[in-house]
Nanobody, 122 residues
Framework: QVQLVESGGGLVQPGGSLRLSCAAS????????MSWYRQAPGNQRELVAA???????NYADSVKGRFTISRDNAKNTAYLQMNSLEPEDTAVYYC????????????????WGQGTQVTVSS
């Protein structure tokens, strides 16, 4: 059993900052990549940022220069530092982990957290 739990969401003013955390727990052998997605009302769920086990990161164009994704491998935790927040960033943010539960490749799959609400408003 694997669980992803997001935290750190909330209400902030435009220009403010938040740091989201995603803690993975359970039977985890290897985490290959962790990602943050978001979904605003009426919109598709979109990739915000991703980080692989090797370190390369990827960001949506809309958040480049403002958001930073990082990992603490010892804690099986991913973070999303969000600066210069805009009302357009308002969404439910979901954590995704690409991981395996043992040393065999066929256990590799994606897991999703339940999401955390981020609201940017004055």
């Amino acid at each position: 059993q694997v669980q992803l739990v997001e935290s750190g969401g909330g209400l902030v003013q435009p220009g403010g900052s938040l740091r989201l955390s995603c803690a993975a727990s359970g039977s985890i052998a290897s985490i290959y990549a962790m990602s943050w997605y978001r979904q605003a009302p009426g919109n598709q769920r979109e990739l915000v940022a991703a980080i692989t086990s090797g370190g390369p990161t990827n960001y949506a164009d809309s958040v480049k220069g403002r958001f930073t994704i990082s990992r603490d491998n010892a804690k099986n935790t991913a973070y999303l530092q969000m600066n210069s927040l805009e009302p357009e960033d308002t969404a439910v943010y979901y954590c995704n982990a690409d991981l395996s539960t043992d040393e065999y490749y066929y256990t590799r799959r994606n897991y999703w957290g339940q999401g955390t609400q981020v609201t940017v408003s004055s």
